[in-house]
Nanobody
Framework: QVQLVESGGGLVQAGGSLRLSCAAS????????MGWFRQTPGKEREFVAA????????YYADSVKGRFTVSRDNAKNTLYLQMNSLRPEDTAVYYC???????????????????WGQGTQVTVSS
């Protein structure tokens, strides 16, 4: 089992920045990659960014490229999402996810991940 706990969400004005964190515990040594997704009411969960746990590969949704940066600290078993130039359309609940199985799905597919955090709300005001 892997437990994931997000933090860092909040209310920010458009153009501002936030940094989300996701602390992994439990069998964190089994993590192959981690990702960030977001969801707004009535919409499907949307891929934001992902990072491999043992190589430098990162992946981003087109909507956040150049504004968001995903990173990790393996020693702390923590995933980060630095969000700059935030827009009202970035408002959502943000979830981190961990893949411990590598079953073949791409990093932008939610079914690639077998553990999820509880989510943290990000609200961007205009």
């Amino acid at each position: 089992q892997v437990q994931l706990v997000e933090s860092g969400g909040g209310l920010v004005q458009a153009g501002g920045s936030l940094r989300l964190s996701c602390a992994a515990s439990g069998r964190s040594f089994s993590i192959r990659r981690m990702g960030w997704f977001r969801q707004t009411p009535g919409k499907e969960r949307e891929f934001v960014a992902a990072i491999a746990w043992s190589d430098p590969n990162t992946y981003y949704a087109d909507s956040v490229k150049g504004r968001f940066t995903v990173s990790r600290d393996n020693a702390k078993n923590t995933l980060y999402l630095q969000m700059n130039s935030l827009r009202p359309e970035d408002t959502a609940v943000y979830y981190c996810a961990a893949d411990t199985r590598s079953v073949g799905w791409g990093p932008d597919r939610d079914r690639a991940y077998d553990y999820w955090g509880q989510g943290t709300q990000v609200t961007v005001s205009s």
